[in-house]
């Protein structure tokens, strides 16, 4: 089977994060068991108890749970939602070259390219263990991949985390950071509005003083990010029952992408001054803040041997990105962790998602060049 018709068996398995990613796990499972991998599923369920499947198939079939895996080729099966108009999102179309389906791009043809060149391998002639490994649930927070980190399932030194960036390597990525905040206030007649206090205005003279905290965080720059440092986002804010009612409550929604060597709580406590500041001078200020996502940033230095081998096989320079992937999970098994992959980021997640095919298979031949580097050559 070549790599379009493997894209193409990927692409027609529904996995939204909504559903059970049972059936393309027991897809990738029977394909990396005929190839010669030993298969582990390890199984958890989400939040509304839908059964999920994280899995790593591994090689030699020898190697014991103790033992450390030398690389890991990381993928995640599950996909953002698509719109029923798009009659052919589980169909692999191709035109011009581009091949287009939902997950063509984030992040199944990752997964096809890995499958091709495990496939071009000799496994008994391995000298140290690979794996394919495999998550759900990347999308809505990288759960599957904090699932194995938590568990501690696998030790590894090595791994290439496939998200699409255009088959440049990238080592470096901000952290991805939530939390709500509500605050109240006291309904009355809008007529009077000294027998109330409006939730509204306490939040925006909050949401003021984030903004101009943010401005404060641009000092700090790291010039290898676009942009170069921390950003912070309120997405989401309501509050307020009607136009002639005082507001007794209002809630937003806060996201921030810290910089490697900054951590995730620093903006935690950076807020939570703010806060404080602001009910020195209302004793009636009242404000809560719940973290819900602090995932943190993550960095392999310019000189590891993962960075160096991508970007000789890819003659690009490494990079970094401002999206979040599973590197920081990888990082916590271990990894010196490298996010690389077919594809645009650009273009995941829309309507008429796409792999370029001249990618998809180049990035077949990268991935079977480090595995020979890694696993079969005298690299230490």
Request: contains cysteine; hydrophobic residues 40%.
């Amino acid at each position: 089977m070549n790599i379009e018709q493997t894209l193409a068996e990927l692409v027609r398995i529904d996995s939204r994060s909504s559903v059970s990613n049972l059936e393309i796990i027991k897809y990738l499972a029977e394909r990396a068991e005929k190839m010669g991998l030993c298969v582990r599923l390890l199984p958890y369920r989400d939040e509304r108890g839908v059964k999920k499947f994280n899995m790593a198939a591994i090689a030699p079939r020898s190697t014991g749970d103790e033992d450390e895996i030398e690389l890991a080729l990381v993928g995640h099966t599950d996909t953002v939602p698509f719109d029923p108009a798009w009659k052919e999102a589980l169909t692999l179309t191709e035109s011009d070259g581009k091949l287009y389906g939902r997950g063509s791009c984030d992040t199944k043809g990752f997964i096809a390219a890995a499958l091709a060149a495990v496939s071009e391998i000799d496994l008994r002639a391995l000298r140290r263990p690979l794996a394919l490994v495999f998550t759900a649930d990347e999308e809505i927070g990288c759960l599957g991949a904090k699932q194995l980190a938590d568990s501690r399932a696998l030790r590894v030194r090595h791994a290439v985390v496939g998200e699409p960036t255009s088959l440049q390597p990238i080592r470096a990525g901000k952290g991805y950071c939530l939390a709500e905040v509500r605050l109240r206030g006291r309904e009355g007649h809008s007529a009077y509005p000294a027998l109330g206090a409006s939730a509204i205005m306490r939040a925006a003279r909050l949401v003021t003083r984030i903004e101009a905290m943010a401005e404060k965080l641009k000092h700090d720059a790291r010039e290898i990010f676009d942009p170069p440092h921390t950003t912070v986002n309120v997405g989401l804010i309501n509050g307020g029952t009607a136009k002639n009612i005082i507001a007794g409550e209002c809630r937003f929604t806060l996201e921030w992408r810290p910089i490697p060597g900054q951590r995730a709580e620093h903006v935690v406590n950076l807020i939570k001054d703010e806060i404080e500041a602001l009910r020195a001078a209302d004793a009636d200020f009242d404000c809560e803040m719940k973290v819900i996502r602090l995932d943190e940033s993550m960095e392999t230095a310019a000189h590891a041997p993962l960075v160096r081998a991508l970007e000789e096989a890819t003659g690009r320079r490494a990079g970094a990105v401002s999206f979040g992937t599973e590197a920081p999970q990888l990082t916590e098994m271990g990894a010196q962790a490298v996010v690389f992959g077919p594809g645009d980021i650009r273009v995941a997640h829309r309507t008429g998602e796409f792999v370029p095919v001249a990618e998809l298979r180049e990035c077949a031949s990268i991935l079977r060049r480090m595995i020979e580097r890694f696993c079969l050559s005298g690299h230490q």
